[in-house]
Nanobody, 123 residues
Framework: QVQLVESGGGLVQAGGSLRLSCAASGRSINSYYMGWFRQAPGEEREFVAAVSWLARYTYYTDSVKGRFTISRDNAKNTVYLQMNSLKPEDTAVYYC????????????????WGRGTQVTVSS
């Protein structure tokens, strides 16, 4: 079992930055793809970014490309999401996820989830 705990969320003005962290425990995440998802009120959970085992490959949804960067430190068992140039439409609860069974893009594919961290971007 893997436990995931997100941190780093908060309230920020449009144009600002936040860095989310996802600390894993229970077992090493070295062999897992890792993903970040977000869910706004009344909306479905949507894919934000994913990173391969050794961070050789990264993937982003179009709306965050060029603004967000996913990274990982396997020695610390931690994944990060650096978010720059934040917009009000980025407001959501952000979730970390691990070990997709099939396809990094689909929330239903992931086997482990954190409880989320709130990100609020004011205009």
């Amino acid at each position: 079992q893997v436990q995931l705990v997100e941190s780093g969320g908060g309230l920020v003005q449009a144009g600002g930055s936040l860095r989310l962290s996802c600390a894993a425990s229970g077992r090493s995440i070295n062999s897992y793809y890792m993903g970040w998802f977000r869910q706004a009120p009344g909306e479905e959970r949507e894919f934000v970014a994913a990173v391969s085992w050794l961070a050789r490959y990264t993937y982003y949804t179009d709306s965050v490309k060029g603004r967000f960067t996913i990274s990982r430190d396997n020695a610390k068992n931690t994944v990060y999401l650096q978010m720059n140039s934040l917009k009000p439409e980025d407001t959501a609860v952000y979730y970390c996820a691990a070990d997709p069974s099939s396809g990094y893009y689909y929330a239903s594919s992931y086997n482990y989830w954190g409880r989320g961290t709130q990100v609020t971007v004011s205009s």
